[in-house]
């Protein structure tokens, strides 16, 4: 787990383990989450990096009724 400091500026910096373990640019857009009293960054990506991503799914998992 790592700790970053906001600035004055509320600016964080992600650290090097993260931004290479994620593969995350400079440019890159990343979308904020507030859950509760947290927050996730996620990163976009484009649709065609997401392809195949739910390669190997399993498509018979149980849904809710009204998802049927």
């Known amino acids: ?9 509320y600016q964080v910096v992600i ?4 931004r290479e373990s994620l ?3 400079p440019g890159q857009k990343l979308r904020m989450i507030q ?5 996730e ?4 990506k484009s649709i065609k990096d997401m ?4 390669k190997g799914m399993n498509p ?9």
């Open 1 to 9: 787990m790592e700790t970053v400091t906001v600035s004055p500026k």
């Open 51 to 54: 392809r195949g991503f739910l």
């Open 15 to 18: 650290p090097r383990s993260l």
């Open 35 to 39: 859950y509760g009293d947290r927050i």
């Open 60 to 68: 018979n998992m149980k849904r809710e009724r009204d998802r049927l």
């Open 41 to 44: 960054c996620v990163p976009v």
């Open 23 to 25: 593969g995350i640019q």
